[in-house]
């Protein structure tokens, strides 16, 4: 069983560049289903949800080539049956991605309900309403849904709550409708723009995007095309969190600052020293941090996928905290292993109050999901001693090399493989 074992008390120093967004990425690799040509996409990150959304698409019969460790070549011409492999789909939420693209392109399509990262209930029922008001039909069998339709044509829909996925899925199944589909109540996040940006490049005609309303041209055909990935903001504000706890001067690199507002904002109401250029931020910390309180929100709010990190680092700064968790359902689950590190903190219901301490213990502890295992890398990066985080298979579905990246600033980790590595 593999484990990352971190030895902390080590300032960072020097430049980390981060990855393309893996949140963009496995939106706009499905996406490449609607097109009628080859299209090649760059600054993809190399992660286990790229693996294995490329992986359901070889088995329905697209070729996929990897140009270089950032570029794939996807041509989706040999899909005969839009059906997904179920196995993998049960791996990933994002797979849920293809319904959209599948059901644009072929008008029909069948998809486990998805998987990924167990903190609360993941339901579905915006993307099928959305898909409902464009005029498809659905049945769930064996934990599968089956959508059809005999034609999508456009219309008006509201989402109840803002849905990164439904709005993501509607977008996906509106571009090739008759007509035009307006989607209010949409979510406004960076790779929301990505995904539209990605789809116009191919010839659709999607306006608005990245405000709460977006507008959809419907169009006969897509073409093929050659599109860059934007930079991953959870990837950079991850680090930027990692340098806040060690304590250190690094340059994150392959950034758009603007997408990091709001974690910028505060780690600097933390303390920390944030510089920031066109494409790259300066962190300066000395490891001494200040209380403050967080709420998550959907995009321009502060992401609850930065939630996990921003807490790690609160359980080591001056004072009492209150992190208000509005998105997502028991994503408080990692703060068990945060307490057995020595963090003080008490969790109800949505809220955590976080009572800082001058430092964390290492101790072996797990990573519960995706992001809490980078909670555990960014504690660890701070805390006395050494600490070992098991099943990181979740740290390595959304991040490329993060020993290699963490170890060329300073930091003190290691991939163990086997128990004789870690003797």
Not at 259 to 272: P, Q, Y
Request: charged residues 25%.
């Amino acid at each position: 069983m593999e484990k990352l074992v971190i030895t902390g008390g080590k300032m960072l120093h020097g430049t980390i560049k981060i990855s393309g967004a893996k949140n963009a990425a496995v939106a706009i690799i499905p996406a490449v289903i609607l097109s009628d040509g080859v299209c090649v996409l760059e600054n993809i990150p190399d992660i286990e949800d790229v693996n294995i959304i490329d992986e359901i698409l070889c088995k329905m019969g697209a070729s996929v080539k990897h140009i270089d460790k950032t570029s794939l070549e996807i041509d989706p011409a040999g899909i005969k049956k839009p059906v997904a492999d179920y196995d993998l789909v049960r791996h990933m939420r994002a797979s849920s991605y293809l319904m959209g693209a599948l059901l644009g392109k072929y008008l029909r399509a069948d998809v486990a309900l998805p998987g990924g990262c167990d903190f609360g209930v993941r339901p579905v029922d915006q993307h099928l309403k959305g898909f409902g008001i464009l005029g498809a039909a659905h049945t769930i069998e064996n934990d599968t849904i089956k959508v059809r339709a005999d034609k999508l044509v456009g219309n008006h829909i509201y989402l109840d709550v803002v849905s990164v996925g439904a709005t993501v899925n509607i977008m996906l199944a509106a571009v090739k409708a008759e007509g035009r589909t307006t989607i209010e109540n949409a979510a406004k996040e960076p790779h929301i723009v990505d995904l539209a940006n990605f789809l116009n490049s191919m010839g659709a005609d999607v306006r608005g995007a990245g405000t709460d309303v977006i507008k959809i041209n419907g169009v006969k055909k897509l073409r093929g095309t050659t599109y860059s990935i934007i930079p991953d903001q959870i990837e950079a504000g991850t680090y930027m969190a990692a340098v806040c706890s060690a304590g250190g001067d690094v340059t994150i690199q392959n950034v758009i600052p603007k997408h990091l507002e709001s974690i910028t904002a505060k780690l600097r109401e933390m303390g920390v020293t944030i510089e920031e250029f066109d494409d790259y931020v300066r962190v300066v910390s000395n490891g001494k941090l200040k209380r403050c309180n967080v709420t998550t929100m959907p995009h321009p709010g502060f992401p609850t996928d930065m939630q996990p990190q921003i807490t790690a680092l609160l359980a080591k700064a001056n004072g009492t905290s209150i992190v208000n968790e509005a998105v997502w359902d028991y994503r408080f689950r990692y703060v068990t292993e945060l307490q057995r590190m020595g963090a003080d903190i008490v969790v109800d219901g949505s809220l955590a109050i976080v009572n800082g301490k001058e430092s964390l213990t290492g101790v072996p502890v797990k990573a519960t999901d995706l992001r809490a295992g980078a909670a555990m890398i960014v504690a660890a990066l701070g805390a006395k001693g050494t600490t070992q985080i098991e099943d990181i298979r979740h740290i390595q579905r959304g991040y490329e090399d993060v020993v290699g990246k963490l170890s060329s600033v300073g930091a003190d980790i290691k991939l163990i493989r086997t128990e004789d590595e870690l003797k």
